[in-house]
């Protein structure tokens, strides 16, 4: 008898365990006692400018440079600017010896004065025919010749007076007063850099979403707080065979000249600007394979939560585009969402903790 009362219990037992293993997890939930509203943290969608940006190395370059040098071979008489000034555009920088080309040019002037009194002169007498038509002729060919004798000498004599060409900073001064000028001595530099030009490579991939006109921010290692800004240029029309890579040049504000040529900078081009709607990235729940939230509702007695789901674009800074399923000003879980279901009363906590009213 004591073996069919023990066979009974362990048969009531394995029934026991039995219907609770084979219960549904509903009904075991229902079966617990209610823990109340989980904390969860929040945050509101927002509407935000943003864009695709694509990131590159640059280099600087002067928007106008120029090696200044001498076109003829001759001494220096006269240097009037120092190193790392600046000039405006004819400035005289260096004289070369000229001296001889004076000379000639103010006797020039001299034989054109008399070969145009004599024009004149010879002109008046035509006109009541006591002289030829051909000496007059003559000493018109004579007017002319001077004339250009004289534009030649003054031509001779600019060759030696080097001018600013343009508006900008001069380099170094690499000549002294005295020394020969030769066609292959550098007298200085001259760039513009209150612009300048920026070139950078771009893989090919990206050549569809580069276009000139737009907006680019570069960044130097001299200045690692301030951005300065610019716009793409021009775009190059081939690709590189062996580096698979394309060329884009940028002009790049530089007012204060804090930037040099040949600064390496880090370029990125605002690409595809738009207004859209953001989360934080923090907020997604991914349900395989797609992407929902959980948006929390007020009700009656305080607060539960809604999971939706939503389509998402570009993920940037720690937050993500929206592109639908959500409006602006909706607020969504950033914090908690393992410990919450749809429908689940929650409780919004601030950022200090406590139980928002």
Do not use: C
């Amino acid at each position: 008898m004591k073996m069919i009362r023990a066979f009974g219990t362990l048969r009531a037992s394995l029934v026991l365990i039995s219907t609770l293993l084979l219960a549904p997890p509903t009904s075991l939930y229902a079966q617990a006692p209610n823990a109340g509203p989980v904390p969860v943290r929040v945050a509101a969608v927002e509407l935000e400018h943003i864009s695709n940006p694509i990131e590159a190395l640059g280099t600087a370059r002067a928007w106008e440079f120029v090696s200044l040098r001498a076109g003829v071979t001759e001494h220096i008489s006269k240097i009037h600017f120092e190193s790392g000034q600046r000039v405006k555009a004819g400035d005289v920088l260096v004289e070369l010896s000229h001296g001889e080309e004076l000379a000639e040019l103010a006797g020039a002037r001299a034989t054109l004065e008399r070969f145009e009194r004599d024009e004149k002169r010879l002109g008046g007498l035509v006109g009541k025919n006591l002289t030829t038509r051909e000496q007059w002729e003559a000493v018109q060919t004579q007017v002319a010749e001077t004339r250009a004798l004289i534009d030649g000498l003054q031509a001779r004599i600019d060759d030696r007076i080097i001018r600013a060409p343009f508006d900008g900073q001069l380099g170094l001064r690499n000549i002294s007063v005295g020394s020969l000028a030769t066609p292959t001595t550098e007298i200085t530099t001259i760039q513009e850099i209150e612009r300048l030009k920026l070139d950078f490579t771009v893989p090919e991939r990206q050549l569809s979403a580069i276009a000139g006109g737009m907006k680019i921010e570069a960044i130097s290692q001299a200045h690692p707080k301030r951005v300065f800004n610019g716009e793409v240029m021009i775009v190059e029309a081939r690709v590189d065979p062996q580096t698979r890579a394309f060329t884009v040049r940028g002009r790049l504000d530089n007012p204060d000249s804090d930037l040099k040529p040949g600064m390496l900078l880090r370029v990125k081009i605002i690409s595809n600007p738009r207004e859209a709607l953001t989360i934080p990235e923090a907020a997604l729940v991914p349900v395989a394979g797609d992407q929902s939230v959980f948006v929390v509702k007020k009700t009656e007695g305080g607060h539960m939560v809604q999971r939706r789901e939503i389509q998402i674009g570009h993920r940037y800074r720690g937050k993500v585009e929206v592109l639908s399923g959500l409006s602006q000003g909706d607020q969504v879980v950033t914090r908690g969402t393992l410990h919450i279901r749809d429908g689940q009363a929650v409780s919004v906590q601030s950022d200090e903790g406590a139980a928002s009213q």
